[in-house]
Nanobody, 125 residues
């Protein structure tokens, strides 16, 4: 059974930075693409970023391009989301996840078939 545990959320001022982490267990992490989605109060889930199973390519949703960076450390079974220049509209619960099948890359919400319980990010003055 796959377990995904996010951490690193919190309260940050506009313009600040946070780094989210997600530790995965229950399958061979290095065989799976990983990504992040978010859901703000009263809004639909939104694709944030993904990284291919090789780590060779990354994809970002338009609202976060140039500000967020996704990365992975296969030795630690961990995927990260470095968030810079945070805005109030980035306030949301952030979930990490990925596809059910190995060696399957994705660049949108459709690829996030499994995800964790989330970590809350609040951007406010």
């Amino acid at each position: 059974q796959v377990h995904l545990v996010e951490s690193g959320g919190g309260l940050v001022h506009p313009g600040g930075s946070l780094t989210l982490s997600c530790i995965a267990s229950g399958r061979t992490f290095s065989n799976y693409a990983m990504g992040w989605l978010r859901q703000a109060p009263g809004k639909e889930r939104e694709f944030v970023a993904s990284i291919t199973w090789t780590g060779g390519s990354v994809y970002y949703g338009d609202p976060v391009k140039g500000r967020f960076t996704i990365s992975r450390d296969d030795a630690k079974n961990t995927v990260y989301l470095q968030m810079n220049s945070l805005k109030p509209e980035d306030t949301a619960v952030y979930y990490c996840g990925g596809p059910r099948s190995p060696f399957t890359d994705f660049g949108g919400l459709y690829g996030l078939e499994l995800w964790g319980i989330g970590t809350r990010v609040t951007v406010s003055a």
